[in-house]
Each structure stands twice: as structure tokens, then as C-alpha cells.
């Protein structure tokens, strides 16, 4: 059975750090990209950051750039999320997900899903 389970959302005050995780099991780690999205109310689900534990290949968009880093414990088929410096705007819930092969944008290529973890910034 697949899983991606988050964990490590909270509310933190604006300029604070929060790490949240995603512990992914049933498939082969290195086979898969593992992406970050986010969705805040009322808004679309949009994606953050994108990591291929394969090469350690790397992508962020625009928001993420500088301020998040993404990275993998390919042993533990783990991937975290490090978010410094955050704004009240990165309030959303945040979910990863796994798509075959290569890291991208749209929602629709990843094949599945976590429950998500609730990231709340306040001013």
C-alpha cells in the first residue's frame, strides 16, 4: 500500500521556521519525484518545491526561492520540508506528493497524494 504521511505543520509566528516531513512507503523511493504543494483558502493548490531523490535534483518556484529548502534521507524515505523566514501568506495546508519520473508542476501528473498538514502563519 502506498502512503505519504506529513507531519511537523503548526502555527508559527511570521519570520519563524517550520520543518514539516513526508515519510513515503510503498513504492521505490529513487523511482519517484517528490513534490510539495500547498492550497490556502479558497485558493488553487499550487506547487512549492519538487526534490528527485534519484540525483538530488532540486526545483522551486518563485514563492519558495531563498526562503525554503527541500531535501531527502533516501534511507529513511523521508523528504523535508525547511521553511525559514515565513510569511503570513504561506498559511495553507500543505501535502506532498510522488510522480513517476521527474519532478513538475502540474498537479495532475502525481499519482499520490498525502493528507495534507496544516501551516499557519500569524502576524
Known amino acids: 500500500e502506498v502512503q505519504l504521511v506529513e507531519v511537523g505543520g503548526g502555527l508559527v509566528q511570521a519570520g519563524g521556521s517550520l520543518r514539516p516531513s513526508c515519510a513515503v512507503s510503498?513504492?521505490?523511493?529513487?523511482?519517484?519525484?517528490i513534490g510539495w504543494f500547498r492550497q490556502a483558502p479558497g485558493k488553487e493548490r499550487e506547487g512549492v518545491s519538487c526534490?528527485?531523490?534519484?540525483?538530488?535534483?532540486?526545483t522551486y518556484t518563485d514563492s519558495a526561492k531563498g526562503r525554503f529548502t527541500i531535501s531527502s534521507d533516501n534511507a529513511k524515505t523521508v523528504v523535508y520540508l525547511q521553511m525559514n523566514s515565513l510569511k503570513p501568506e504561506d498559511t495553507a495546508v500543505y501535502y506532498c506528493?510522488?510522480?513517476?519520473?521527474?519532478?513538475?508542476?502540474?498537479?495532475?501528473?502525481?499519482?499520490?497524494w498525502g493528507q495534507g498538514t496544516q501551516v499557519t502563519v500569524s502576524s
Open positions: 506528493a510522488a510522480n513517476w519520473d521527474q519532478c513538475r508542476w502540474e498537479i495532475d501528473e502525481y499519482e499520490y
Open positions: 510503498g513504492f521505490t523511493f529513487n523511482d519517484y519525484a
Open positions: 526534490i528527485s531523490p534519484r540525483d538530488g535534483k532540486t
